[in-house]
């Protein structure tokens, strides 16, 4: 022990020499106080006073909602959701509550783990030995097999000033060519799509558009469980909305909605064709805004004149009737507003699905006005944070790698040396896995995400997991699926235990705060990639990097003349008066506390000519359907909203836990269940041509006969899914694959 606290102290003296740290002085308790407490209380302009209450944006999903924390000695020992913020209202879910509990879990990673041959256990060491470790085991393998040998996958759970640390030391420092983030699996699909019709990876909506709406329409989405604060909107629109819900499953919001759509898996590109087609057929499109904003009509409806009812209803099973009568409501509507989530983006023709969402919003001039717009939930916290500044496929600020210019204005901005600029993108997430089995991918360093349990075919990622030359696992627990496989574990502080920003769903720049001091070692991110920074030898690019703020003012600069242009913002305080920005928020310019803002009410898109683009494509079959051998559809999805995607943190909470079945169970309908011989709760062996698991058959009407449904939470799920993946967006196709069920002996 003394020699792991002197070790660490000569370190740390190093560093803070070496790296322009401030505040560090006294005994090595005090630094490393400090060093976990450097980017929170008491060092930033908002210091808190030990008993305060102050807000910070949750740490779970998308929405952002506003938490008000209650601070004793410095220490949060309490929370509740905030009532003055236009997100939530007073409002949290189960897992908002549960923020803080599950910072206390005895399973926090407390100190770095390092496995110094495989097949030896992972063992504790000093920060020392694992920067050295991490730099000296990359090094290497770069320089074996090559700079692009190395990649990482990053995440949308941490703070974007931490996300663009980590692209910018990996790409810029390290000369790692190839790093994507889990937002792959989660919102490729809607960035692909905003990018191709309307310029720029632009979300338009505002949440104030759910209570202002007349139609609501919902593609592939459970807002109840996956976002029930948004659904909380819903519920406040004065309007007696039609609520249309396209969702092969009955789902919570499905039984909430005026109309259910439980149209066939994977027939939902066709049947918002018929839609679209039908529309013109009617003539409910609106002709100026098609003349004056878009380009591409022409096209279109050529495109959709074989979409007939008909078609329609041989495809989804919607009758040509009802299909009609949905398409009426929407053309007819005055202000209709189309919702998307996973349904939609995790496909095998993914992007096209949003898009002819979006054609819909634009034949029918339901776009930057209030109440309407074809509008992406997104799925993690800071997942908007990491579409402009995670460095991975776009290049910070939501600019092009391949772009010279573009390269040139963030070297200059940055000081980074513009050859340190890689010219082309990164590969996608599968590539970068499908390298591991090529040779190309030798090394991996895996930050807050957990991929043998949540990729796609998990069989398939463990077998190459194990062929890695290293594998670096940093994340604030350290008996995820993945960090038991790994060389080196990074203990990394929490949401709570640090400070920096996320931007929310409806583009809401919000703050997280440091209201925790973080378990033994751990380490904010930001201070993770500091250090590995500093011991890699290129520390001197990111001298100015010293907080998350000063980060944030580096980036906002990186913003200026972009569509997402926040240098309008002046500081964090700022963005916390304020109850959080919405970009874009130019110089000179400023907002009212709580507003809501929308964008294209102009009727501007970000294509050059400023018209959006109509896109359309022919509707495949999936990949894998159901046939004699394996008769069911599998679909995934959330199972309660106290689960959070592989419940690292949910499962911590005794109170999360309480809300919902510990062991996976399938939903099967009770024909089919009946056919099968199978009994509620019966264990049932569900075969993929991937796998075989085994799940509790919970008997409910929400699927339909010849479906099941797993719920993601569970490590079984991705043992039978499908790998492939949309060609535009490269999104793994989660939601259709083909089992059987077997049942097996009953209890
Ligand atoms: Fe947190 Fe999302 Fe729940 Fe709001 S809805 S409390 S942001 S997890």
């Given at each position: 022990?003394?020699?792991?606290?002197?070790?660490?102290?000569?370190?740390?003296?190093?560093?803070?020499?070496?790296?322009?740290?401030?505040?560090?002085?006294?005994?090595?308790?005090?630094?490393?106080?400090?060093?976990?407490?450097?980017?929170?209380?008491?060092?930033?302009?908002?210091?808190?006073?030990?008993?305060?209450?102050?807000?910070?944006?949750?740490?779970?999903?998308?929405?952002?909602?506003?938490?008000?924390?209650?601070?004793?000695?410095?220490?949060?020992?309490?929370?509740?959701?905030?009532?003055?913020?236009?997100?939530?209202?007073?409002?949290a879910?189960?897992?908002?509550?549960?923020?803080?509990?599950?910072?206390?879990?005895?399973?926090?990673?407390?100190?770095?783990?390092?496995?110094?041959?495989?097949?030896?256990?992972?063992?504790?060491?000093?920060?020392?030995?694992?920067?050295?470790?991490?730099?000296?085991?990359?090094?290497?393998?770069?320089?074996?097999?090559?700079k692009?040998?190395?990649?990482?996958?990053?995440?949308?759970?941490?703070?974007?000033?931490?996300?663009?640390?980590?692209?910018?030391?990996?790409?810029?420092?390290?000369?790692?060519?190839?790093?994507?983030?889990?937002?792959?699996q989660?919102?490729?699909?809607a960035?692909?799509?905003?990018?191709?019709?309307?310029?720029?990876?632009?979300?338009?909506?505002?949440?104030?558009?759910?209570?202002?709406?007349?139609?609501?329409?919902?593609?592939?989405?459970?807002?109840?469980?996956?976002?029930?604060?948004?659904?909380?909107?819903?519920?406040?629109?004065?309007?007696?909305?039609?609520?249309?819900?396209?969702?092969?499953?009955r789902?919570?919001?499905?039984?909430?909605?005026?109309?259910?759509v439980?149209?066939?898996?994977?027939?939902?590109?066709?049947?918002?064709?018929?839609?679209?087609?039908?529309?013109?057929?009617?003539?409910?499109?609106?002709?100026?805004?098609?003349q004056?904003?878009?380009?591409?009509?022409?096209?279109?409806?050529?495109?959709?004149?074989?979409?007939?009812?008909?078609?329609?209803?041989?495809?989804?099973?919607?009758?040509?009737?009802?299909?009609?009568?949905?398409?009426?409501?929407?053309?007819?509507?005055?202000?209709?507003?189309?919702?998307?989530?996973?349904?939609?983006?995790?496909?095998h023709?993914?992007?096209?699905?949003?898009?002819?969402?979006?054609?819909?919003?634009l034949?029918?001039?339901?776009?930057?006005?209030?109440?309407?717009?074809?509008?992406?939930?997104?799925?993690?916290?800071?997942?908007?944070?990491?579409?402009?500044?995670?460095?991975?496929?776009?290049?910070?600020?939501?600019?092009?790698?391949?772009?010279p210019?573009?390269?040139?204005?963030?070297?200059?901005?940055?000081?980074?040396?513009?050859?340190?600029?890689p010219?082309?993108?990164?590969?996608?997430?599968?590539?970068?896995?499908?390298?591991?089995?090529?040779?190309?991918?030798?090394?991996?360093?895996?930050?807050?995400?957990?991929?043998?349990?949540?990729?796609?075919?998990?069989?398939?990622?463990?077998?190459?997991?194990?062929?890695?030359?290293?594998?670096?696992?940093?994340?604030?627990?350290?008996?995820?699926?993945?960090?038991?496989?790994?060389?080196?574990?990074?203990?990394?502080?929490?949401?709570?235990?640090?400070?920096?920003?996320?931007?929310?769903?409806?583009?809401?720049?919000?703050?997280?705060?440091?209201?925790?001091?973080?378990?033994?070692?751990?380490?904010?991110?930001?201070?993770?990639?500091?250090?590995?920074?500093?011991?890699?030898?290129?520390?001197?690019?990111?001298?100015?990097?010293?907080?998350?703020?000063?980060v944030?003012?580096?980036?906002?600069?990186?913003?200026?003349?972009?569509?997402?242009?926040?240098?309008?913002?002046?500081?964090?305080?700022?963005?916390?008066?304020?109850?959080?920005?919405?970009?874009?928020?130019?110089?000179?310019?400023?907002?009212?506390?709580?507003?809501?803002?929308?964008?294209?009410?102009?009727?501007?898109?970000?294509?050059?000519?400023?018209?959006?683009?109509?896109?359309?494509?022919?509707?495949?079959?999936?990949?894998?359907?159901?046939?004699?051998?394996?008769?069911?559809?599998?679909?995934?999805?959330?199972?309660?909203?106290?689960?959070?995607?592989?419940?690292?943190?949910?499962?911590?909470?005794?109170?999360?836990?309480?809300?919902?079945?510990?062991?996976?169970?399938?939903?099967?309908?009770?024909?089919?269940?009946?056919?099968?011989?199978?009994?509620e709760?019966?264990?049932?062996?569900?075969?993929?041509?991937?796998?075989?698991?085994?799940?509790?058959?919970?008997?409910?009407?929400?699927?339909?006969?010849?479906?099941?449904?797993?719920?993601?939470?569970?490590?079984?799920?991705?043992?039978?899914?499908h790998s492939?993946?949309?060609?535009?967006?490269?999104?793994?196709?989660?939601?259709?694959?083909?089992?059987?069920?077997?049942?097996?002996?009953?209890?």
């Amino acid at each position: 022990m003394i020699r792991f606290k002197f070790a660490q102290t000569k370190f740390r003296d190093k560093l803070l020499r070496a790296t322009k740290f401030r505040n560090f002085d006294g005994s090595l308790t005090q630094q490393l106080r400090k060093t976990q407490g450097a980017f929170g209380t008491g060092l930033q302009p908002h210091a808190l006073a030990p008993d305060a209450t102050t807000n910070a944006i949750c740490g779970f999903c998308a929405t952002g909602c506003s938490l008000s924390l209650h601070l004793r000695e410095g220490q949060a020992v309490n929370l509740t959701p905030d009532p003055d913020h236009p997100v939530n209202y007073g409002m949290a879910c189960p897992k908002g509550w549960e923020a803080l509990t599950v910072l206390d879990a005895p399973n926090r990673a407390t100190t770095p783990l390092m496995r110094r041959d495989r097949g030896q256990a992972l063992e504790p060491c000093t920060w020392e030995e694992a920067a050295h470790f991490f730099c000296e085991r990359m090094k290497l393998t770069q320089a074996r097999f090559g700079k692009e040998s190395a990649a990482f996958i990053s995440t949308g759970q941490i703070c974007l000033e931490e996300m663009a640390f980590l692209g910018a030391f990996a790409k810029f420092g390290m000369g790692i060519l190839h790093g994507d983030g889990n937002t792959r699996q989660c919102m490729a699909t809607a960035v692909m799509a905003y990018k191709e019709s309307f310029g720029f990876d632009s979300p338009p909506y505002t949440y104030g558009d759910f209570q202002e709406s007349d139609v609501l329409v919902f593609v592939g989405s459970n807002l109840c469980i996956s976002h029930p604060i948004m659904w909380e909107h819903v519920e406040k629109n004065p309007h007696q909305p039609k609520i249309i819900v396209l969702d092969p499953r009955r789902t919570e919001t499905a039984m909430a909605a005026t109309h259910h759509v439980p149209l066939r898996p994977k027939s939902d590109l066709t049947l918002l064709y018929c839609l679209a087609r039908e529309i013109l057929q009617q003539g409910w499109q609106d002709k100026d805004f098609i003349q004056a904003h878009t380009e591409g009509f022409a096209g279109l409806a050529t495109h959709l004149e074989e979409f007939t009812l008909e078609h329609g209803e041989e495809a989804s099973g919607i009758p040509a009737a009802e299909i009609q009568e949905l398409a009426r409501l929407i053309g007819q509507g005055k202000r209709v507003s189309f919702w998307w989530t996973m349904g939609v983006n995790q496909s095998h023709q993914a992007t096209r699905t949003a898009q002819a969402i979006i054609n819909l919003a634009l034949l029918t001039g339901n776009i930057g006005r209030p109440g309407t717009g074809a509008n992406s939930i997104t799925g993690q916290c800071n997942a908007m944070g990491s579409r402009l500044f995670s460095n991975t496929t776009n290049l910070l600020g939501g600019h092009r790698f391949e772009e010279p210019a573009h390269r040139e204005k963030v070297a200059s901005l940055l000081g980074i040396p513009i050859e340190r600029i890689p010219t082309q993108v990164s590969l996608p997430y599968h590539k970068i896995m499908e390298g591991i089995d090529t040779g190309d991918t030798k090394a991996l360093w895996v930050i807050a995400t957990n991929p043998a349990h949540s990729w796609i075919n998990q069989n398939e990622i463990r077998e190459r997991f194990d062929k890695l030359e290293f594998l670096v696992v940093q994340d604030m627990y350290a008996d995820t699926e993945t960090a038991e496989l790994a060389d080196l574990v990074l203990p990394a502080a929490s949401w709570g235990e640090k400070e920096g920003s996320f931007i929310n769903s409806e583009r809401r720049i919000g703050l997280v705060k440091q209201v925790r001091t973080a378990p033994g070692q751990a380490l904010s991110d930001f201070r993770i990639f500091q250090l590995l920074a500093h011991e890699w030898g290129c520390g001197e690019f990111f001298a100015e990097w010293d907080s998350p703020e000063s980060v944030f003012q580096l980036l906002k600069e990186l913003t200026r003349g972009q569509p997402c242009d926040i240098t309008g913002i002046r500081d964090y305080h700022h963005v916390d008066t304020k109850s959080g920005i919405q970009w874009p928020l130019p110089e000179g310019s400023d907002v009212e506390e709580g507003s809501q803002r929308r964008l294209f009410a102009d009727g501007k898109f970000f294509r050059p000519n400023g018209k959006a683009q109509f896109v359309f494509d022919r509707s495949r079959p999936g990949p894998e359907t159901p046939d004699p051998e394996y008769p069911f559809y599998l679909l995934t999805g959330r199972g309660t909203s106290a689960q959070w995607h592989t419940q690292t943190r949910t499962r911590n909470s005794r109170i999360l836990r309480s809300l919902y079945p510990q062991d996976a169970y399938i939903e099967i309908n009770a024909a089919d269940a009946e056919a099968l011989d199978i009994e509620e709760g019966q264990a049932v062996r569900v075969d993929s041509r991937r796998g075989s698991v085994t799940a509790a058959a919970l008997l409910s009407p929400a699927v339909t006969e010849g479906s099941v449904f797993l719920p993601m939470h569970y490590v079984e799920t991705n043992q039978l899914t499908h790998s492939s993946f949309d060609p535009h967006s490269h999104q793994p196709n989660y939601k259709a694959g083909a089992v059987r069920l077997t049942a097996l002996a009953r209890a």
